[in-house]
T-cell receptor
Framework: NAGVTQTPKFQVLKTGQSMTLQCAQDMNHEYMSWYRQDPGMGLRLIHYSVGAGITDQGEVPNGYNVSRSTTEDFPLRLLSAAPSQTSVYFC????????????????FGSGTRLTVV | AQTVTQSQPEMSVQEAETVTLSCTYDTSESDYYLFWYKQPPSRQMILVIRQEAYKQQNATENRFSVNFQKAAKSFSLKISDSQLGDAAMYFCAYRSAYGGATNKLIFGTGTLLAVQP
């Protein structure tokens, strides 16, 4: 029962480089999302997905792409890293609201600390 | 759009004492969920307690309890018999009870709790 697995845990990029943050869950959750955490700003939603093949933008989507080809995986791509993307990134998953099941909150991955120099 | 406000950036409590963290939110919805998450220095996001808006009874989990005032849109967290391990950042969060795009979790900016021995 792994929950939500995020890789890598730490990453340093040079400005302009690209990379993909991986996220996988084994709980058959329909809903997956990516957040970034910056000091004094809480967690802000980047992109989310309500099911395989369906993604949408959150509060701060610029500079990031996502795809959801399977229920389990939801990778986050940085196309051309910028220093403003230095942050801690969290992937989270949950059952969807409105399905009739109880909502127990989100399950979070352990986070990725990304530094762009 | 829904918003969550935590007006106390930092709080301090003596070991074995009681502390209350404040959270207010704004929404036009009648059915939703509220959560408190704990983030210790390990960075892991840990669900502390959840409250369903249509339930008037305040949620309780061991030493953690909430004071949910729906009309006032207030959701405070009380920690009794504080322990050193309670030191962490605490986030209040809101989630709609409806499906689809409203599944997103909206966070406050957090309260950093210090526990003094």
């Amino acid at each position: 029962n792994a929950g939500v697995t995020q890789t890598p845990k730490f990453q340093v990029l040079k400005t302009g480089q690209s990379m993909t943050l991986q996220c996988a869950q084994d709980m058959n959750h329909e809903y997956m999302s990516w957040y970034r955490q910056d000091p004094g700003m809480g967690l802000r939603l980047i992109h989310y997905s309500v099911g395989a093949g369906i993604t949408d933008q959150g509060e701060v989507p610029n500079g990031y792409n996502v795809s959801r080809s399977t229920t389990e995986d939801f990778p986050l791509r940085l196309l051309s890293a910028a220093p403003s993307q230095t942050s801690v990134y969290f992937c989270a998953s949950s059952y969807s609201s409105g399905t009739g099941g109880a909502i127990y909150g989100y399950t979070f991955g352990s986070g990725t600390r990304l530094t762009v120099v | 759009a829904q918003t969550v406000t935590q007006s106390q950036p930092e709080m301090s409590v003596q070991e074995a004492e009681t502390v209350t963290l404040s959270c207010t939110y704004d929404t036009s919805e009648s059915d939703y969920y509220l959560f408190w998450y704990k983030q210790p220095p390990s960075r892991q996001m840990i669900l502390v307690i959840r409250q369903e808006a249509y339930k008037q009874q305040n949620a309780t989990e061991n030493r953690f309890s909430v004071n949910f005032q729906k009309a006032a849109k207030s959701f405070s967290l009380k920690i009794s018999d504080s322990q050193l391990g309670d030191a962490a950042m605490y986030f209040c969060a809101y989630r709609s009870a409806y499906g689809g795009a409203t599944n997103k979790l909206i966070f406050g900016t957090g309260t950093l709790l210090a526990v003094q021995p």
